[in-house]
């Protein structure tokens, strides 16, 4: 691009740095170059600038042919290193994030973090639970015993004990749940046995309330309500089966007929924290 000992005029490569992926610097320069239709450009991206080395590596680079650095560096002594090499240099230099950030501080009334890659943490978070919910719907109801062993949280109990609303909410947590509805007329898995007990959850919850739930759930089925599955005999036996089996697992046991979920929830979440620690999600 040197011709002569002089620049070309109408070529330049914009460099783009960022303690993050890029996206935004690069976007951004290629919009501002759109608009000068004869130049000849580059646009060269260098993510995940946490060193001052790396920054002497670009400047190096930059030196050499016209250019342009755009940088979106939170961190305030990277992004005054960035200044002052560009002054040195005599490269301009353009802070995107500054400029957003003293705007917003001056009406919050407060500093921002100026931590590094808190958007790509979110953006992680946000796949972690949408692998989760994927996760609830694809082993709800005990769909496949094979979701037990990859779990998180398993949630265990007859019918109509709130374990489908449970696991999505848990799911929205970032907790990959299976679950398992008990029935006495079929063997439970056996991986609910092989299954640390402590991430293994029971519920139960009041003979009646679950009548009143059952008969209610026939009724928008359109069946008689009167079917056995709301016969309250039949709940205490089926009752009285889960139990023993929550027994033999040695879990902990929720009676759910008073609670709502996000109650129900916070119990297991602080169950789980006070066996697990940081390793809930291990």
């Known amino acids: 691009m040197n011709k002569g000992g002089k620049w070309m005029k109408n070529s330049l490569t914009v460099y783009v740095l960022s303690d993050s992926i890029g996206e935004t610097g690069e976007l951004l320069a290629r919009a501002a170059l759109s608009q000068f239709n004869s130049v000849k450009y580059h646009v060269r991206r ?11 590596e670009v400047f190096n680079e930059a030196r050499k042919e016209p250019s342009v650095i755009i940088f979106t560096i939170v961190i305030e002594r990277l992004k005054k290193f960035i200044e002052d090499l560009g002054r040195e240099y005599n490269i301009p230099t353009v802070d995107l994030m500054t400029p957003a950030l003293d705007a917003m501080s001056s009406v919050l009334q407060f500093q921002p973090k100026r931590e590094s890659g808190l ?15 994927e996760f609830a719907v694809k082993y709800d109801d005990g769909k496949d015993p094979r979701g037990i062993m990859k779990s998180n949280i398993v949630l265990v109990g007859i019918s109509r004990t709130s374990k489908t609303p449970l696991s999505m909410y848990l799911a929205h947590k970032n907790y ?49 309500n009167n079917a056995n599955y709301a016969n309250i005999d039949r709940i205490n036996m089926e009752l009285e089966y889960s139990k023993e089996i929550m027994k033999k697992i040695g879990c902990l046991v929720i009676d759910v007929s008073h609670k709502a979920i996000e109650e129900t929830a916070g119990i297991i979440i602080d169950h789980l924290k006070e066996n697990f620690g940081d390793k809930v999600f291990d």
């Open 176 to 224: 990959k749940v299976a679950n398992v509805p008990l029935v006495p007329e079929v063997p439970p898995p056996k991986e609910l046995f092989q299954k640390d007990s402590r991430r293994v959850i029971g519920l139960v919850a009041n003979p009646i309330k679950l009548n009143e739930i059952r008969q209610e759930r026939l009724k928008s089925l359109g069946l008689d």
């Open 46 to 56: 260098f993510p995940f600038i946490t060193e001052e080395e790396q920054i002497i």
């Open 119 to 133: 958007i790509r943490k979110l953006d992680e978070n946000y796949f972690r639970k949408v692998e989760a919910v």
